[in-house]
Structure formats: structure tokens, C-alpha cells
């Protein structure tokens, strides 16, 4: 079984700098791919969606830190805290 390819979409914000800090907490091996206007059509014609940070796990597709952070906790059972 191989190891699921994982992308993270991420713009200057602090969702996106969220979104990122959960995939390093969590060791998970990803490739960061920074939007800019060059990506933003390839991105809504691929996902439906310009929005970040956007996660492609494997088949799955997550836009926003919510629905992110969501995946991330049921896939590894944990439970994510943030102290902001």
C-alpha cells in the first residue's frame, strides 16, 4: 500500500500559517504549494474552488481550516486545541 500523496494550498494568511502548522505537529510528509494568480484557475478547475488553504489528502479535498482540522482529527484521532 503506498503512501497517500499529500498537497497543502496556502496563501499570506493565518489560516493558511494554521493549516500548515497542524501538518507539521502531526509529521505528516507534504508538499506546500504557495497560490498565486499563475495556479488560482488550475485550482478551480481541479478542486472548484480558489479559496486556501485548501488540503488534498490522498482522494480527499478539504477547503478551509475548519473542515482541516476536522479531517485531521478524525483521520489520526485527536482532538486540536488552539490557544490564540
Given at each position: 500500500?503506498?503512501e ?18 497542524l501538518?507539521k ?10 497560490v498565486?494568480e499563475s495556479i488560482r484557475g488550475?485550482?478551480l478547475r481541479d ?10 489528502f ?7 481550516l475548519k473542515?482541516i ?5 478524525e483521520?489520526?484521532h ?6 490564540l
Amino acid at each position: 500500500m503506498g503512501e497517500k500523496k499529500v498537497y497543502l494550498f496556502v496563501e499570506e494568511s493565518f489560516e493558511c500559517f494554521l493549516a500548515e502548522s497542524l501538518l507539521k505537529a502531526l509529521l505528516i510528509d507534504y508538499e506546500k504549494i504557495r497560490v498565486d494568480e499563475s495556479i488560482r484557475g488550475s485550482m478551480l478547475r481541479d478542486f472548484g474552488t480558489t479559496r486556501t488553504p485548501l488540503l488534498v489528502f490522498g482522494d480527499k479535498v478539504l477547503v478551509g481550516l475548519k473542515d482541516i482540522q476536522k479531517f485531521l482529527e478524525e483521520e489520526f484521532h485527536i482532538q486540536v486545541f488552539w490557544l490564540l
